[in-house]
């Protein structure tokens, strides 16, 4: 079978957990949606949806930190980089009249206590979002323990804006939410300007 | 039917939401766990799942908002009493092995593309606590708009730390957000003190 169809699955999976979460998401509505035909779903897999799941959730994550250093890359500064990464995500709720928005957070308060596997999948991601972050920011010139601090409290923000976001059907908490994770970094800007620490 | 049955079912509801969402919960497992007749369930919610969905959701609200009050009552000033809401959300998540969290977010988060009448009813709790904590922080003199700002980035922080902690199971990422949400309004506080306005 062609892979396309495995990539068509893995799409229309990550697309249904973002509506509807993981619980609420059926394999008939995974192949259906897919148009694939509901044996090709295990054929690809035969571990049925725990281990669909899990891909999606892998696959979401990486592409999630591809967005962020696509961002990165075009931004000439941290400041502008991280104010750009919340504009982003608030233009993506509107653009998708707040449904499409983290593709792992609904299904990570799903299966938080209910399912290991998949919330060893969920801390992967989160993991090396948090990793990713802490690297960035420590480029910038940030101490390491700090930027991972940095890098926990902006992640929160843009998690915690999402779930008030798509609540109340508005923008409004990721715009705060952006320039609250702006401020933060400044404020670590700041402190490094003001004490280089014993390498400078 | 004696009101007791109602507030088991309603606290169990509560519990069973925290831990498995709203799409995996069932009316079975809630008329089971709550030692309740099935029928009885029905009998005080004619509508059904939906409507003791609601009722849960707006319970619970209700509940979080006292125990903000509660952790406010006990500090002496606004700085404690943010860094004693998060310390205590850290706490609640090591002693229920992470399951606990918020009674909400998850279902928010479930029923957002969903399930309108849940929607709104997500949407009205936040939008209480949004209103209470913008209200705390004015009443410490902190400008109103600025205010809403502060309780928006506080509950992102929040909300956006639970899902961190719940995933890691760690209260890393709850403390850091209570030292972040800390910071916030302590900037806050120092901007009125440098420029209290024309009222002062």
Request: hydrophobic fraction near 45%.
């Amino acid at each position: 079978m062609p892979s396309a169809t495995k990539d068509r699955i893995l799409d229309t999976t990550a697309e249904l957990f973002r509506r509807q979460g993981y619980t609420g998401t059926g394999m008939k509505q995974i192949a259906a949606e897919a148009s694939a035909p509901f044996g090709s779903v295990y054929h690809f897999f035969p571990g049925g949806k725990e281990e669909l799941g899990a891909e999606v959730i892998r696959g979401s994550g990486r592409m999630y930190m591809q967005l962020f250093a696509a961002v990165i890359t075009e931004s000439d500064d941290v400041l502008n980089a991280v104010h750009g990464f919340f504009a982003g995500a608030g233009e993506t709720l509107r653009e998708t009249d707040y449904a499409d928005a983290c593709p792992i957070a609904t299904v990570a308060l799903e299966v938080a206590s209910t399912n290991e596997t998949l919330r060893l999948a969920t801390a992967d991601v989160f993991e090396e979002w948090i990793a990713g972050a802490t690297q960035y920011f420590a480029y910038a010139g940030i101490p390491r323990p700090r930027a991972r601090e940095l890098a926990l409290a902006m992640l929160s923000l843009l998690e915690g804006a999402f779930i008030f976001s798509r609540a109340l059907r508005t923008t409004e908490p990721m715009a705060v939410a952006g320039s609250a994770a702006v401020e933060a970094v400044a404020g670590a800007l700041r402190e490094v300007e003001s004490d280089p620490g014993p390498a400078a």
